[in-house]
Each structure stands twice: as C-alpha cells, then as structure tokens.
C-alpha cells in the first residue's frame, strides 16, 4: 500500500502480545510498520484511538467468487445433498464469470471483510482460464483482478495460485466442468512467472489438493518454489471430506494426512486446509511438524463436513488459523465462535479450546488464529509489537454487547456474545481503511457488484 508519514498513536487499553495494556503509544513509520510501542506514555502529540486496540485478523483462505453464489444452494435437491453436490453447482456457477465479474465481486468481498476486522487475506485463486477452458493472453489475467481488487479494497493480499491437474487420486482425467481450473505444469509456471519481481503482495504456492495432483506433479511443484521463492507460503486442501479419506485409502492405502506425512517434508510453510478428518495420532504427528491448519467453519457447517479434531491437535500445540472460504460468513467473531460450539456440542462441555482454569476462551481461542494465520499468509502481523506492521482494530465500545466490558472481558464479549458490531475503525499497513464501521469505498463498490449479480443470477 501507499506509504504514509509517520504517525504516533495513543491507546487507552492495547491488547500487546504479554497481554493488555495501559496507556500505550505506538510510534508508526512512513512504511506502515510498528516502530516503537511504549507503555505508560500520553497522549501528547498523538492521535487518540477510540476504543481498545486489538491486532487485526488475518484470513488465511478464501475462494472470492464464491461471495456471489452465498445463498444459491439451499434448497434441497432430488438425493442426499452434500459437498460433492454443492460442487455441482459451484461448477455450473464459474461457467458465468468473466474476469470483470472476478474483480467486481473480490473487490466487494474484501471490503466486507476490511469491514469486520480482516486486514489480510489468503486468496486460494484456481479460476485460471475462461469459461471454455482457454487460456487467456496474459496467464495470469484472473489473478491480476484479484490484485487489483485487494488494492482497491486496501487489503493486504497472499496471492496462492492452485494447481489442479485431475479429478481423482491415481491422476484421474479432470471433467468438462473443471476446465477453468485445470492447468498443466508448464502453464502454472508461466503464472508464477508472470507474478514475480517486484509485488506488492505475498506470492504462495497451493497444490489443490492430493486428489487433484499426483506424487509427481506435487513435487514438481515444489521443485518449483524452492527454485523461485523457498520460503514462500504452501497451501492445501486436505481430508475435508470423509469420501476423500476413503478414495485416498483405496488409491495409496493410507489417510491423506497419513500419506502426506509420510511422503512431503512437512514444517511451518505449510496450511493443511479443514484437515477436517484426523484420527489422533495423525493430529498429534501434524502438530509436531509446525504446520498450520486452516479452519473454516462457516463453510465446513454449510457444506456438512464435519467437526475438526481440535482437542488431540492443539493440546499437542498444533497451530490453527481461520478463513472465510465460501464466503458464506465474512466474519472472524462468528468463525470463532462456531469453532468452539462446534467441539463443545461434540463433547459435550464447555470451553474446550483452554484448557487451564481461568483464562480467557476468546482471548485465547483469538491469539492462536491471528497468529496462525499471519504465519499460514507469511504476513509481518504477529501483534501489536515493534516490526510489525500496523493491523489493528479499534473495537467499538459503543455496541451494546460490549458496553461496560473490561478489557479481559472484551473479546469473550466479541466473541460470544450478541455482538452485532464489535468493529469500529481498522488500519492497514497505517492506514486507515474503517472508521466508524465504514469503509470509504462501500458506497462505491456496491452498484458494480449489483449490477454483476443481476446478470449473473438472471
């Protein structure tokens, strides 16, 4: 984003990485990054923020088109609906978009996220080609939307290109209605290619998914990134679906987070996305290898997947983030929150993600995702600390579910609560992209994006 003059910031609460704070100024630089953060200062020369200071969230996975089809397959269909046949539609849905209607629709999507307290977002991008499978002059045309789209919202973006080659384990033929996805080595390359040099954006690397790509071409893949960008964020699709566990264990004889393990060198660069489906000692042996695992549980209610196995993971200190995926909620309060319920209604207690007595579960349940997530993305947000960049969200104490709160109360409030605007002002990289729960171009960006569904849903 643009760089800014430094600026100095005064918090009367700040939520800092030991915890919150009193009286705590931030000293910004011209490049948007934390300087200094002191404790016990004054508000002399200082812009006075106008709430508690939270570290923004990170959204570690998004599909940004699939904004425009929320709300389209809710009516039962002839047999058993699930996510095999959400995806049906999902095919049928893409055969519409132009690249336009990419960039209309990402650029409404992100604002709406700005809106709710996401500054960054993981955008897991396989619409490469056009609608009859083409491949379009410049092979990265789709993702420059998406690009565009994030600039013009002020979101910081990791851009993860996909490579999808099939359709099935055991590399089988891709279907008619993936054409749009599909693309060969050499093409994803050239993608690659295209987005390299100076960018302003993080470039990563995502193999949809272990039935999508065969053993050889995931390591070509990976041949690739450590030639081009070694450190670059990598990004799966993994054990979301039971049948996906099944298919996996009749084409290798093992779970796909089994084979995984077994056959990749596995560590911290790594999103396992849903990992919906682990037993224990996968979940345990996924943990050890740093990894984060990026939840979604919006859109793995919606689409019926199942319930991840948190308890095994995260007491064996496996990282997890969140993201909004189908874009189905574009809210981290009601990710969080659907995540916990989630394992309390499969355990049947309360307050699963702490384990120890007397600690926050919103706060908690919070640090892990914003961390996971600023990891999974590759992204300088780690807090509210010195280096790096300044994310933040100003919570709005004037929403009734906050009212009162003290501060180590607040994001149990956010969270839990009947928050129905828990988001006053958020700043990006020192800039500020919402004041008063409004972002600036809102008002703008809204005709665009229905004038592209009218046509889209005629």
């Given at each position: 984003m643009n760089a800014s003059t430094p600026?100095?910031?005064?918090?009367?609460?700040?939520?800092?990485?030991?915890?919150?704070?009193?009286?705590?100024?931030?000293?910004?630089?011209?490049?948007?990054?934390?300087?200094d953060v002191a404790l016990g200062g004054d508000a002399l020369g200082?812009?006075?923020?106008?709430?508690?200071?939270?570290?923004?969230?990170?959204?570690?996975?998004?599909?940004?088109?699939?904004?425009?089809?929320?709300?389209?397959?809710?009516?039962?269909?002839?047999?058993?609906?699930?996510?095999?046949?959400?995806?049906?539609?999902?095919?049928?849905?893409?055969?519409?978009?132009?690249?336009?209607?990419?960039?209309?629709?990402a650029t409404q999507l992100y604002i709406e996220l700005l809106q709710q307290g996401y500054t960054s977002v993981g955008e897991f991008h396989y619409l490469h080609h056009d609608a009859r499978g083409r491949r379009y002059r410049d092979p990265a045309e789709t993702s420059r939307r998406i690009i565009?789209?994030?600039?013009?919202?002020?979101?910081?973006?990791?851009?993860?290109?996909?490579?999808?080659?099939?359709?099935?384990?055991?590399?089988?033929?891709?279907?008619?209605?993936?054409?749009?996805?599909?693309?060969?080595?050499?093409?994803?390359?050239?993608?690659?290619?295209?987005?390299?040099?100076e960018r302003a954006y993080v470039l990563g690397f995502a193999p949809h998914s272990l039935r999508a790509v065969t053993p050889e071409s995931l390591e070509q893949l990976l041949a690739l990134r450590a030639a081009v960008a070694p450190q670059a964020p990598l990004h799966l699709h993994i054990a979301e679906q039971q049948r996906e566990v099944e298919d996996c264990l009749a084409w290798s004889g093992l779970r796909p987070v089994e084979w995984l393990l077994q056959n990749v060198s596995v560590d911290g660069s790594w999103c396992l996305v849903h990992a919906t489906h682990m037993r224990d000692i996968e979940a345990v042996s996924l943990a050890t290898r740093g990894a984060v695992v990026g939840l979604c549980p919006s859109t793995e209610a919606d689409l019926g997947d199942g319930i991840f196995n948190a308890e095994a993971f995260v007491m064996a200190g496996g990282r997890i983030g969140i993201g909004s995926d189908s874009q189905v909620g574009v809210s981290p309060w009601a990710e969080l929150r659907g995540f916990e319920y989630s394992q309390r209604l499969q355990r049947r207690r309360r307050n699963v993600f702490v384990q120890q007595a007397d600690v926050s579960v919103g706060a908690e349940l919070y640090r892990c995702a914003q961390l996971g997530g600023a990891q999974a993305l590759g992204q300088p947000v780690m807090g509210l600390a010195p280096g790096q960049r300044a994310d933040w969200?100003?919570?709005?104490?004037?929403?009734?579910?906050?009212?009162?709160?003290?501060?180590?109360?607040?994001?149990?409030?956010?969270?839990?609560?009947?928050?129905?605007?828990?988001?006053?002002?958020?700043?990006v990289g020192g800039h500020w992209r919402v004041r008063d729960g409004v972002h600036p171009g809102a008002e703008a960006a809204l005709p665009a994006y229905r004038k592209t569904l009218r046509r889209l849903l005629a």
């Open positions: 600026q100095r910031y005064f918090a009367a609460d700040a939520w800092l990485p030991d915890g919150w704070a009193r009286n705590v100024v931030f000293n910004v630089d011209a490049a948007g990054m934390i300087e200082a812009e006075i923020l106008r709430g508690p200071v939270i570290p923004a969230m990170p959204n570690l996975h998004s599909h940004a088109f699939q904004r425009a089809m929320a709300g389209l397959t809710q009516r039962a269909g002839s047999h058993a609906d699930s996510f095999w046949s959400w995806r049906e539609c999902m095919y049928r849905f893409v055969e519409r978009l132009t690249p336009d209607d990419i960039e209309v629709i565009g789209a994030a600039q013009c919202a002020g979101i910081e973006l990791s851009l993860l290109p996909v490579l999808y080659r099939h359709a099935g384990f055991g590399g089988e033929a891709p279907s008619e209605a993936q054409r749009r996805f599909v693309c060969t080595l050499e093409d994803y390359a050239r993608i690659v290619e295209a987005l390299g040099g969200v100003v919570l709005n104490m004037d929403d009734p579910a906050l009212v009162e709160q003290a501060p180590q109360t607040l994001l149990d409030a956010a969270v839990f609560g009947p928050a129905q605007r828990p988001v006053r002002d958020v700043m």
